[in-house]
């Protein structure tokens, strides 16, 4: 079946750094690619996605790029800061025109002040 | 934006009984609905599918018996676990997405149920 792939599971960076959190899928027909931010305890927060006819996405700090021939897509996050620190989620859509998601399995990211 | 509630944010029940979770859009009307399961320190996993007035789609290994999805209005959404067991214990949440010009695919999240089945 389709799933996602998500490296690393645990990130710890200085502040002011730059951080890269890096997912595969296996479905090709996937077309939109959401990332979500989960602080502890709370819902998932979508703060950035990219759709397959795009191959870099950028707002503020984030940036997320696209491989589709590779099937990798990517989160950028630079000059990272403490309020930073979450878990973080990629997400692929199951085959085109869909809202199903498969959701990678999340790196929980530290901002060192 | 978008604003989907979820009630309640917490419950505490006994082994045997069964829990009632709600779903709801607020400002917008939701075709379909996903409820996902959240173990400690791991990824959401989709449950099932439930669009409004027809049956839910269950993924694979999901109980359809026991955890009872109803749609009924287009920002209504329930989840029923019944004859709840400890390993039932989990963080419940929902999303919805409906008619969106601006993003077609993206969806929001409820704020979560975490039930401790004792």
């Known amino acids: 079946g389709e799933n996602v792939e998500q490296h690393p599971s645990t990130l710890s960076v200085q502040e002011g750094d730059s951080a890269v959190i890096k997912c595969t899928y296996s479905d090709s027909a996937s077309n939109y690619f959401p990332w979500y931010k989960q602080e502890l305890g709370k819902r998932p927060q979508l703060i950035i996605d990219?759709?397959?006819?795009?191959g870099e996405k950028k707002d503020q700090r984030i940036a997320v790029t696209l491989n589709k021939t590779a099937k990798h897509f990517s989160l950028h996050i630079t000059e990272t800061q403490p309020e930073d620190s979450a878990v973080y989620f990629c997400?692929?859509?199951?085959?085109?025109?869909?809202?199903?998601?498969?959701f990678g399995t999340g790196t929980r990211l530290k901002v060192l002040a | 934006g978008a604003v989907v509630s979820q009630h309640p944010s917490w419950v505490i029940c006994k082994s045997g009984t069964s829990v009632k979770i709600e779903c709801r859009s607020l400002d917008f009307q939701a075709t379909t609905m996903f409820w996902y399961r959240q173990f400690p320190k791991q990824s959401l996993m989709l449950m099932a599918t439930?669009?409004?007035?027809?049956?839910?789609?269950?993924e694979q290994g999901v109980e359809k018996d026991k955890f009872l999805i109803n749609h009924a209005s287009l920002t209504l959404s329930t989840l029923t676990v019944t004859s709840a067991h400890p390993e039932d214990s989990s963080f419940y949440i929902c999303?919805?997405?409906?008619?969106?010009?601006?993003?077609?695919?993206?969806?929001?999240f409820g704020s979560g149920t975490r039930l401790t089945v004792v």
């Open positions: 997400a692929a859509s199951i085959g085109p025109g869909t809202y199903k998601y498969i």
């Open positions: 439930s669009n409004e007035g027809s049956k839910a789609t269950y």
């Open positions: 999303s919805a997405s409906g008619p969106d010009s601006d993003s077609n695919y993206g969806y929001t």
């Open positions: 990219i759709r397959s006819n795009v």
